[in-house]
């Protein structure tokens, strides 16, 4: 059974720091791995994919790495901002079955000003 | 419309009361896919269409809870006889095709049994 895993749970940096966002999955059997954003309240913004034959993406300050044989994924911020301050799900959709996400539990992060 | 649309945005209800919650996916999107979040259970899968494939209702946790989706479009989640175990955020996904594409979100729908 596939089970996802975010280290740390609770983040507090201040602004302007670099920070790594953690997340390993027990089965590498997957179609990909989706980093999502979700503020108080409100749905989830994917912030990044990346297919199972990748080793990252980057979009803007935003950086997610993938080591399928490891089972192990990290998004990297640069220069943080407290708009950053959300909690960051990482999901991994699994072979053979369909588009269906398992989602690790989070880490909300503060950026304070 | 550009996103995901769920309605409504909050729902109270009484505990035993049906409830229903409706999805509108993006346009032209064929897998529609709803989840649950509770507090402290992260997020978890409840049931997941395909085109006219039948659904995969793998992630449904009691009878109680069912779900449609009329003309490969609209999606209704349906939970009978409310408890208040089912008080979450129901959050409703879809994608352009079943497996190993983006998953956009909605709102949510936050449900209330008391």
């Known amino acids: 059974k596939q089970e996802v895993t975010q280290i740390p749970a609770a983040l507090s940096v201040p602004e302007g720091e670099n920070l790594v966002l953690n997340c390993s999955f027990t089965?590498?059997?997957?179609?990909?791995l989706q980093w999502f954003r979700q503020d108080p309240g409100k749905g989830l913004t994917s912030l990044l994919l990346?297919?199972?034959?990748?080793r990252e993406q980057t979009s803007g300050r935003l950086n997610a790495s993938l080591d399928k044989s490891s089972g192990r994924s990290t998004l990297y911020i640069a220069a943080s901002q407290p708009g950053d301050s959300a909690t960051y799900l990482c999901?991994?959709?699994?072979?053979?079955?369909?588009?269906?996400?398992?989602f690790g539990q989070g880490t909300e992060l503060s950026v304070k000003p | 419309g550009a996103g995901v649309s769920q309605s409504p945005s909050n729902k109270v209800t009484e505990k035993g009361k049906d409830v229903e919650l409706r999805c509108d996916p993006i346009s032209g999107h064929t897998a529609l896919y709803w989840y649950r979040q509770s507090l402290g259970q992260g997020l978890e899968f409840l049931i997941y269409?395909?085109?006219?494939?039948?659904?995969?209702k793998s992630g449904l946790p009691s009878d109680r809870f069912s779900a449609e989706r009329t003309g490969g479009s609209v999606s209704t989640l349906t939970i009978q006889r409310t408890q208040q175990e089912d008080s979450a955020v129901y959050l409703c996904?879809?994608?352009?095709?079943?497996?190993?594409?983006?998953?956009?979100f909605g709102q949510g729908t936050r449900l209330t049994v008391v």
């Open positions: 999901a991994v959709n699994i072979y053979n079955q369909g588009g269906k996400l398992i």
């Open positions: 996904a879809s994608s352009l095709a079943s497996a190993n594409t983006e998953a956009f």
């Open positions: 269409f395909q085109g006219n494939s039948a659904p995969d």
């Open positions: 089965d590498s059997a997957i179609y990909n």
């Open positions: 990346i297919q199972s034959s990748q």
